[in-house]
């Protein structure tokens, strides 16, 4: 089993940042992706940015490209979600999601408890 722990949320202003942590315990993988996804109020989970543990190009939703960057360090088997000029729209539950094979867009095995973000205009 792995266990996946999001921080990092809360209530900013329009423009401002926030940065996601993601930490992996239990029975963690070396390879495989770890994924950034959220849920808004009435709507359907999105897929927002994903990356691998083994490097590679990362992926970005269009509604966050230039604004949001994942990032990763495997010794400490965290991934991150920089997020910069934040948005109303960007008011969401946030989780990180993981799974040790297969592309960005295929289900994941392990899920996180989620991390409430807040943008005010």
């Known amino acids: 089993q792995v266990q996946l722990v999001e921080s990092g949320g809360g209530l900013v202003q329009a423009g401002g940042s926030l940065r996601l942590s993601c930490a992996a315990s239990?029975?963690?993988?070396?390879?495989?992706?770890m994924g950034w996804f959220r849920q808004a109020l009435g709507k359907e989970r999105e897929l927002v940015s994903a990356i691998y543990w083994s490097g590679g190009s990362s992926y970005y939703a269009d509604s966050v490209k230039g604004r949001f960057t994942i990032s990763r360090d495997n010794a400490k088997h965290t991934v991150y979600l920089q997020m910069n000029s934040l948005k109303p729209e960007d008011t969401a539950v946030y989780y990180c999601a993981a799974d040790n094979r297969g592309s960005y867009f295929a289900a994941y095995a392990y899920w996180g408890q989620g991390t409430q973000v807040t943008v005010s205009s």
């Open positions: 239990g029975r963690t993988f070396s390879s495989g992706r």
